[in-house]
């Protein structure tokens, strides 16, 4: 029987960050993270089940190499015995920009191909499943904000998002400045684990963040924003501490990301409760309140390529399904 499922998944900002593994291979993080699921920005996938061979495409492109292999691999732990697949993949945002693609693809593709291979998991272990395409996507299968607990258990089974609050609950703006949507030169992927074992500030990047996660998520429940955004930056500054400190550098900041940063950092000495993250790339997002958000973005667009004005979204979703033959 061939079946086809398509689904869709937004991605995610990370306000408490992901970055390094104790695991590899099950993408199983050293530290607890944070997130706000983006709306406005979507991925959607469709997986055909039982086809005569398997094909990736992404953006209309066929996907060949480490690319289509990462895909192919994530369906065969989906499903050791499966039959060819077909996988078809749009997103809405520019990809590899530090906007979080993986997160909504792995999100989508987790969701669409659960589905045809019959399996019936919930969100929690959806979550489980997506961390394996890629970490930060277990974030994207939950709306709203969301906790990604790092777990203790060797095979992973405790590392998976819950949500905090959906994405209704806080109305909040997330402002992305785009620098440079052009691909980065070091993956996410390479960044961390360089970060990880060449930089003396790992170690102490780890503790705090684990305890910065923790707080973060109290402060996503009590509505603290001045609170959140501090453990963002907080955060965001001790990542940025171990990418400058690897050997070699891993260095993503331009200097028009500090121009965004400044100018975050003068609204905020006016009174304005917004702050400032970055993730691998050079974008920068600026999380602050609805009624702030226009504001924020007039003050940031003359810097930048572009500006985005985005509001939490919702869970990653199944669209449509159809069994194509029997
Ligand atoms: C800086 O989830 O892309 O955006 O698990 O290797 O696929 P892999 O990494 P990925 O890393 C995201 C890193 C980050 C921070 C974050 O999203 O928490």
């Known amino acids: 029987m061939t079946r086809a499922c398509t689904a869709i998944a937004h991605p995610n900002i990370a306000l408490v960050k992901y970055w390094g593994k104790r695991d590899r291979p099950l993408n199983l993080p050293s530290t607890s993270s944070v997130s706000v699921t983006l709306g406005g ?72 191909a659960a589905r045809v ?74 960044g961390m684990e360089r970060s990880r074992l060449t930089s003396p500030c790992y170690p102490a990047f780890v503790r705090e963040n684990e ?32 990418m400058t400190t690897a050997v070699p550098p891993v260095r993503y900041v331009r200097p028009d990301s500090l121009a965004v940063v400044d100018a975050v950092e003068g609204l905020r000495a006016q009174g304005l409760t917004c702050g400032w993250t970055m993730d691998a790339g050079p974008n920068v997002k600026v999380l602050c309140t609805a009624s702030e958000a226009d504001r924020v973005a007039g003050i940031l667009g003359p810097l930048v390529s572009a500006v985005h004005v985005l509001t939490p979204g919702g869970p990653a979703v199944v669209e449509s ?6």
């Open 211 to 242: 305890r910065l996660a923790s707080w973060a998520a109290r402060c996503v429940e009590t509505r603290d924003l001045l609170g959140l955004v501090d453990a963002m930056e907080r955060s965001t500054l001790l990542m940025q501490a171990t």
């Open 117 to 190: 291979a019959g399996l019936d998991l919930d969100p929690g272990a959806l979550s489980a499943l997506a961390r394996q395409g890629s970490g930060s996507a277990c974030r994207s299968i939950h709306g709203g904000f969301v906790h990604w607990q790092r777990g203790a258990a060797p095979d992973g089974s405790d590392s998976r998002a819950v949500p905090i609050l959906p994405a209704g609950a806080w109305d909040l703006r997330i402002v992305a400045a785009v620098v440079d949507a052009g691909p980065k030169a070091i993956g996410s992927t390479e």
């Open 321 to 326: 399904e159809t069994a194509l033959s029997g």
């Open 41 to 112: 920005f979507r991925t959607r996938t469709t997986v055909t089940w039982g086809v005569a061979q398997d094909g990736v495409r992404i953006d209309g492109r066929t996907a060949t190499g480490p690319v289509a292999d990462r895909v192919r691999r994530f369906l065969d732990r989906v499903d050791p015995k499966r039959p060819p697949c077909r996988v078809e993949s749009e997103s809405d945002f520019p990809v590899a920009a530090g906007l979080a693609s993986s997160s909504s693809a792995f999100a989508a593709l987790a969701v669409a």
